[in-house]
């Protein structure tokens, strides 16, 4: 079952998504050539906290951070560290928050410096995939035609998606029914209904799809060691359309 929120429940997800945005704008601004991902999580922690909300990742099946950072060919649930990014690096700041008890979930791709034009693109259709993706976020429409519009975009210009990790429901928690592949055929699964509130986020790979899970039990990084990109917001189906919760106002 998907469960439907009300509008009161949709009340609380504003003001949650809101609170995600405002942080992630501010962390997206200190990066940088020299800074630690160990460094953008500790103030991601402090921002979150100053919000009167919860960092949603810490302590979820025993995560350690705040924050997943995954530079260059990790593809997501990085784990922050001491190492320095450099210029020409890409990286995804991946943040969940939790405000009174409800759960919104956002990452962004973001370079660090100058970055060749090949990383450029990679950050730009990823954006790109997940706006097609919500644009199918619709009363009437399948499930499947989000997985389609962010697959179809990402092919059509030469990348790649993952398989392995994909988007969820979200709401009073952080994983809810159902699953959201960011690849497969239009017009199959449920159909979508005023209520429902997905975080949709794709994942797209400079070269191949496949993914492998690091020595940490977390991490998981493209199998080619070529670049990866990911973008995700909280999205809420409304009979007005798509409305993406975690945006500022």
Known sequence: MIPLKSEHDLVMLRVSGRILARVL????????????????????????????AQPAFKGYKEYPFATCTSANAAIVHGMPDEKRLEEGDIISI??????????????VTVPVGNIDAKKRKLIEVTKKSL????????????????????QNYVEKNGFSVVRQFVGHGIGRSLHEEPEIPNFGRPNHGPILKAGMVFAIEPMVNMGTWEAEILENGWTAVTLDRLPSAHFE?????????????????
């Open 25 to 52: 704008r501010k962390l997206q601004e200190i990066v940088k050539p020299g800074i630690t991902t160990a460094q953008i999580d500790a103030l991601a922690e402090e921002l979150v906290l100053k919000e009167n």
């Open 94 to 107: 991946d943040l969940g928050v939790i405000y009174q008890e409800y759960f919104t979930d956002a990452a």
């Open 131 to 150: 706006a097609e993706g919500i644009k199918q976020a619709k009363v009437g429409n399948h499930l499947s035609d989000i997985s389609y519009g962010i």
């Open 233 to 249: 917001h909280t999205v809420a189906i409304t009979e007005m359309g798509p409305e993406i919760l975690t945006k500022e106002q």
